[in-house]
T-cell receptor, first 114, second 111 residues
């Protein structure tokens, strides 16, 4: 049971390049989330999904797109990377229990945009 | 709108000393409250949570937090810290299925 996994662990991009971050979970969770973590700002929700085939915007969605084609996977895309997107990205998942359940986090992806 | 405030960005403490990490929240509805811990270069892990019932909740590694509705607080305490408790601690409030996080408190334990 691997829990939540993220690939890649590190990435360096040039401004304007695109990339996709992959998140996978093996706990059969309905809900999945993408956060970014920046110093002094805690974690901020980028996008989330309440089930296969659904996505919704979080607090800071601009410049990102997501897809949830399979229940176990949640992809985060950057179409044209900007230096402001330099951050650590975390994926998380949880079951359907109205917010009382724990969110399980992946190990993170450290992205640098030059 | 719900929000979470962690007033202390850093808390330095010597090993075996007590510690309190403060968390205040604002919400117009009943909430669920959480403390998550992030060890260096890792993701977040649940430390403890308050859903209902007893206002004092405990973790397996000696931390405890008390829900105080009148003061809208959920402070985290440990009577005697260890070097291994060095980490960043995040308080969070659940809004439906979403979590709203505070900005975090970095606990640094010195020998």
């Amino acid at each position: 049971n691997a829990g939540v996994t993220q690939t890649p662990k590190f990435r360096v991009l040039k401004t304007g390049q695109s990339m996709t971050l992959l998140c996978a979970q093996d706990m059969n969770h309905e809900y999945m989330y993408w956060y970014r973590q920046d110093p002094g700002m805690g974690l901020r929700l980028i996008h989330y999904s309440v089930g296969e085939g659904t996505t919704a915007k979080g607090e800071v969605p601009d410049g990102y797109n997501v897809s949830r084609l399979k229940k176990q996977n949640f992809l985060l895309g950057l179409e044209s990377a900007a230096p402001s997107q330099t951050s650590v990205y975390f994926c998380a998942s949880s079951s359907v229990s109205g917010g009382a359940d724990e969110q399980f986090f992946g190990p993170g992806t450290r992205l640098t945009v030059l | 709108a719900q929000s979470v405030t962690q007033l202390d960005s850093q808390v330095p403490v010597f090993e075996e000393a007590p510690v309190e990490l403060r968390c205040n929240y604002s919400s117009s509805v009943s909430v669920y409250l959480f403390w998550y811990v992030q060890y260096p270069n890792q993701g977040l892990q649940l430390l403890l949570k308050y859903l209902s019932g007893s206002t004092l909740v405990e973790s397996i590694n000696g931390f405890e937090a008390e829900f105080n509705k009148s003061q809208t607080s959920f402070h985290l305490r440990k009577p005697s810290v260890h070097i291994s408790d060095t980490a960043e601690y995040f308080c969070a409030v659940s809004v439906r299925w979403r979590l709203i996080f505070g900005t975090g408190t970095r606990l640094q334990v010195f020998p």
